[in-house]
């Protein structure tokens, strides 16, 4: 698995990079088949200081890319979010590459039984 974690107008101090590491390890226990993962953190200039800093990340799995992002007025609030965000996405995807192998798997059972 590749790990990218970047920063626009921002520098990526090893406490932030170690923050963003150990939630994504939350990801990993779900689904292990990530090939590449790049996480941007942003500071961006807005009036609306709710929403200044902005996290995003870009997940490539086999089969997919999954893609979140989330903003909030502290940095750590925000890759939380966006972590969860994740999460759903990736058991989502887990439960439906489960229930096709399931499916074919059925499916290759019932026609080996109808030729026997």
């Known amino acids: 698995m590749n790990l990218t974690i970047s920063g626009h107008h ?5 406490a932030l990079r170690g923050y963003v590491t150990s ?15 790049k996480v941007l ?10 929403k200044r800093q902005r996290a995003e990340c870009s997940v490539r799995v086999k089969g997919s890319d999954l893609f979140a992002e989330a903003s909030h007025f502290d940095l ?13 996405q990736v058991v989502r995807h887990k439960t439906r590459v489960q229930d096709h192998q399931a499916e ?13």
């Open 41 to 50: 953190l942003t500071v961006e200039k807005q009036k609306e200081k709710e």
């Open 10 to 14: 921002l520098e990526v101090t090893p």
């Open 23 to 37: 939630k994504l390890d939350r990801l990993m226990r779900h689904f292990d088949q990530m090939v590449d993962i």
């Open 104 to 116: 074919v798997h059925r499916s290759l059972m019932q026609a080996a039984g109808a030729t026997a």
């Open 76 to 88: 750590y609030a925000a890759i939380d979010a966006l972590v969860d965000k994740l999460d759903r």
